[in-house]
């Protein structure tokens, strides 16, 4: 179900020990990171039900913290785990973006 | 007299109108991305004009004065902005807050408030001026600032609403707008994210994420408190992540059953609303954000989270079978049905359009360019509690 599940959603995803994801999935992930994390997260990601994601707030926390918020989400809470959809690979570009580290 | 007010009605919907118009099949789309409105009428499903200069508009919900003239437009940025609908364009604008979630409009039509997220709390605007009327800050029993969420209006000039942080919901009567007067009920639960208050607006039940289970406050009673209904509502064994908050607005009673998205799950939940209790599920295509009674309650439809966003799922209320899976578009946000439920209009937010569909036949008869468009709403909302 799981491989299912990726292998339809993800035809572009990159193994997750592949470093960077294709620009093709940068693009992905960009949009996703805008619209639907901007669900909760705010579009200008200043916070909205989920915690605001500022660049500045982000520079603060450890990118495996935030790799493993991200994928692993934070029980209890309405931040869901999208290790389902995303890969490490794709978390920790995420992570970058969020940090305003790529271009 | 009678002169000057034709000059007045011809200046509307750009100089050149050259007949009179009503607002009463007139929308509006939001285009989430830019800022930007587009204004609609279903009687042809066409686009009139646009209105831009909205700020963020993430998460936007719009509701309509008692005249249907008006639109009062929430922002995620926290701006307010009211709209013409009959000139299409901005006429009052203010920034109240830096981050808010949604409104209401009172029973009377007077005053339009807000729920914000940061700082917590609700300010209510005089619906002419756009001049501050009261300014109440969430601070939960906890003695701490709480989002707040699920802001309705109830009769007698009510407003009710829940505060996310501290788990309670708080009834913010106005009847006196100089003297605001609040009513507290706390320990409802835990995380209310969302609410909605029933057409005949009686009953204010605001939905937990932290728990199983529906807080339901019934307004002609509100001695009783609050209590707690559906206990299996969001009971997640095994329950799938929720990668998009459910909404609960578009609950509608068809007879004695209403339906609710299901969290985490690829259900949506009957209910009976006599004895509050869960009657059955219907197995859907994904994760339902909206489930829309169709006006007249002969027909659900249903859209989903990601990734079965691209899904709209139209339910036969009798049976309470799947009747038609259709996929107007990718990533669909919002449905709204016309006044008497004869067409609902999709917008499907990463296709750029919106399509307009025959409830009867369900097949499509009109799309609209939109550029990433989100909520749909009718100024037909005027009419209705909750709206």
């Known amino acids: 179900m799981k491989r299912l599940l990726l292998s339809t959603l993800l035809p572009l995803a990159f193994p997750a020990w592949a470093s960077e994801p294709s620009a093709q999935r940068q693009q992905q992930l960009s949009a996703l990171l805008d619209q639907d994390c901007g669900s909760c997260h705010g579009m200008t990601r200043k916070g909205g039900l989920g915690s605001p994601l500022t660049m500045e707030a982000m520079r603060e926390l450890g990118d495996e913290a935030l790799v493993a918020t991200i994928l692993d989400g934070r029980p209890g809470t309405p931040m869901p785990p999208w290790k389902l959809m995303l890969s490490e690979a794709d978390a920790r570009w995420l992570v970058r973006r969020l940090k305003g580290e790529t271009p | 007299m009678k002169t000057i007010l034709s000059a007045a009605l011809l200046l509307l919907l750009g100089a050149c109108a050259p007949t009179l118009r009503a607002t009463g099949d007139l929308g509006l789309v939001v285009e989430r991305a830019d800022g930007r409105l587009k204004m609609v009428e279903n009687t042809h499903s066409t686009t009139l004009a646009e209105i831009s200069g909205l700020g963020d508009l993430s998460h936007a919900s719009v509701v309509y004065s008692r005249d249907e003239r008006f639109a009062f437009v929430f922002g995620r940025d926290g701006g307010l902005t009211k709209i013409d609908m009959l000139q299409a364009r901005i006429v009052g604008r203010v920034m109240q807050s830096g981050n808010s979630i949604g409104g209401a409009i009172s029973q009377d039509g007077s005053l339009v408030a807000v729920a914000n997220y940061t700082p917590g709390g609700v300010k209510v605007f005089d619906s002419d001026s ?182 709209v799922q139209v339910i036969d209320v009798p049976s309470l079978s799947v009747l038609k899976t259709i996929e107007p578009g990718l990533a669909v946000l919002h449905l709204e049905f016309t006044p008497r439920g004869e067409r609902v209009w999709l917008s499907a937010r990463d296709s750029d359009q919106v399509t307009v569909w025959d409830t009867e036949t369900i097949t499509q008869v009109a799309a609209l360019p939109a550029s990433k468009p989100s909520g749909i709403f009718f100024t037909a909302r005027a009419h209705r509690i909750g709206l």
């Open chain 2, 130 to 311: 756009l001049e501050l009327v009261a300014d109440i800050a969430a601070i939960g029993a906890d003695g701490k600032s709480s989002k707040v969420v699920g802001l309705e209006d109830a009769p007698g000039n009510i407003f009710a609403f829940s505060l996310y942080d501290a788990g309670e919901i708080w009834l913010l009567d106005l009847k006196d707008r100089s003297s605001p007067k609040v009513r507290k009920f706390p320990h409802i639960g835990n995380q209310p994210y969302d609410a909605l208050i029933t057409e005949d607006g009686r009953y204010y039940m605001a939905g937990l994420f932290g728990e199983d289970g529906i807080a339901m406050l019934d307004l002609w009673n509100p001695d009783l408190g609050v209590r707690r209904i559906l206990d299996h509502y969001g009971r997640g064994q095994e329950a799938l992540p929720v990668y998009k908050m459910p909404h609960l607005e578009g609950w509608a009673a068809s007879g004695n059953l209403a339906f609710l998205p299901a969290i985490g799950r690829h259900e949506v939940l009957v209910v009976d609303m006599t004895s509050w209790r869960e009657v059955g599920r219907i197995a859907v295509a994904g994760q339902p954000v909206f489930a829309m009674l169709q006006p007249g309650g002969r027909r659900l439809w249903v859209n989903f989270a990601i990734p079965d966003n691209g899904k």
